[in-house]
């Protein structure tokens, strides 16, 4: 086949750079992006992806990656960097990142972010969605997509409001905290939320009357067939006989690990030979560590891509684990991730929790509850003896991630939402930018 002409290139060229221009245009707002390995960061890189696949110009305005580590990683930092990931326009700005955890330290996080956000060129997208966490930065610009007319989507990821009161980490204020993030959703034109059970809180609890479309999280991790790494064991200092729990991603408050840590001494009391694995980093694991030290526990710094997957399907059982109270402020995103490895998951958790409905509707395993250590352990000596009864609960977990987590429905779910966001052509009025709803008109204001 002949090759084109060098004019003939340059006009395709230049035909594809101008379609790219006239496509409609969506912004993504959050704290969190990849390269980041867990938490939020994975489903905002995923869908400004796959959007920019589908022929979208996607711009991305997010920090510097720091969690779950809480520090700006190596070759990354400075006032403002900018960079392209798989067609996507990726804006980062520095920001504070807190050494301290408390709320204030938070607030004064997702503030500065927020801050620069808002005065950041945003390139006149068609639409803006606006990822929650991080709410303050998100209500930010908020006001900035109501004063220049931008459809605006909240992504809600985990439900502030129901945090405060779960994890009792805020005493005074709570109250500030529901009214900004009734203000943050009832100022959008639409919301995503990503439970069922979101979008009862949402409606119900904050009286929420944005329209509210609930798109899950899907599996963004392939594991299958990696199957178990003897050698991988070995180097990462599993013996043969050990019965691997293992619990990745963030060692937070909401997680309650306090509660593997008593498990893990009661498994040494026992002789047993289950052996807890904390895999990941946050704010608690260093007072974790503090509390024992025990042959039947390991703390292990994040993997990089490849050896996460690995170290997973090497497990022989994985662990989501919750604090006491914790019901409906989020649904982990772990178990996107632990449905895909075809092994068995423990969950111990508010009976009463999403965690809880989401593992009991996969069938992916025991369920027990939240802070009882001696429950945990004897869940997984169960699961080590039974192994037929193991590898069904990990082929159930699998098939429900098929059936109910793929991507391209969570992909096409979200684009529709930002199509009837835009379509809808709602304005915000001063009342949007107090966070209340206004019936008729609202007035565009030219951006």
């Known amino acids: 086949m ?13 035909g594809g750079a101008t379609r790219r221009r006239t496509a409609p245009g969506v912004l993504f707002v959050g704290i969190n992006y990849a390269p980041e390995p867990t938490g939020i960061a994975p489903y905002t890189e995923g869908m400004a992806r796959a959007l920019a696949a589908r022929g979208w110009r996607v711009r991305v305005i997010t920090t510097h990656p720091h969690y779950p580590w809480w520090k700006v990683q190596d070759g990354y930092g400075g006032w403002t960097r900018t960079e392209t990931r798989d067609l996507v326009d990726v804006t980062r700005l520095r920001h504070y990142v807190p050494r301290r955890h408390t709320m204030l330290h938070r607030a004064l996080s997702e503030l500065t972010f927020g801050l620069r956000a808002t005065f950041a060129g945003w390139h006149r997208p068609d639409a803006v969605v606006l990822v929650s966490p991080a709410m303050i930065s998100s ?31 805020v005493s005074h204020g709570a109250a500030g905290i529901a009214a900004l993030e ?13 439970h069922d059970r979101f979008r009862r809180v949402l409606q119900e609890d904050l ?6 479309d609930v798109v899950r999280n899907w599996s963004h991790v392939r594991t299958d067939g990696a199957g178990r790494d003897s050698v991988l064991r070995r180097q990462l200092g599993w013996a043969d006989d050990d019965v691997v729990v293992l619990h990745a991603g963030n060692i937070g408050a909401k997680q309650g690990l306090d509660n593997v840590v008593h498990a893990s001494l009661e498994a040494a009391r026992r002789g047993s030979h289950v052996k807890f694995v904390l895999l990941g980093d946050g ?19 994040p993997l990089p891509d490849g050896a996460f997957e690995r170290a997973l399907a090497s497990a022989d059982i994985l662990l989501v684990n919750e604090r006491p109270g914790v019901t409906e402020m989020a649904v982990p995103s772990k178990l996107t991730t632990y449905f895909a490895t075809g092994l068995p998951v423990i969950a111990a958790v ?4 999403i965690t809880h409905d989401e593992v009991c509707a996969a069938g992916a395993g025991p369920c027990v509850p939240a802070g009882d250590p001696d429950a945990l352990v004897d869940a997984a000596e169960r699961l080590a003896a039974d ?8 082929r159930a977990a699998q098939s429900y991630r098929d059936a109910h987590l793929g991507v391209d429905a969570a992909v096409a779910s979200f684009e529709a939402t930002i199509q009837a966001a835009m ?4 304005r915000a009025s001063a009342g949007a930018l107090a966070g209340s709803r206004s019936r008729g008109h609202r007035p565009v204001l030219h951006h």
């Not at 009286?207 to 509210?212: E, F, H, L, R, Y």
């Not at 704010?283 to 710094?301: T, V």
């Not at 508010?350 to 929790?353: E, K, Q, T, Y």
């Open 2 to 14: 002949p090759r084109p002409s060098t004019t003939a290139a340059s006009a395709a060229a230049s």
């Open 139 to 169: 209500r930010l610009a908020a006001v900035r997509a109501a004063l220049t007319g931008v459809p605006t989507i909240v992504w809600v990821q985990d439900i502030y409001t129901l945090g405060a009161r779960e994890t009792g980490a």
């Open 182 to 194: 009734h203000g943050l959703v009832n100022s959008a034109d639409r919301v995503v939320a990503i």
């Open 207 to 212: 009286s929420v009357a944005t329209p509210v």
């Open 283 to 301: 704010n608690q694991r260093h007072a974790l560590e503090a509390m024992a030290s025990c042959s039947r526990l390991q703390f292990l710094d």
């Open 350 to 353: 508010d009976p009463s929790s």
């Open 387 to 394: 192994p037929v009864a193991a590898r069904a609960f990990g």
């Open 423 to 426: 379509v809808s052509g709602r």
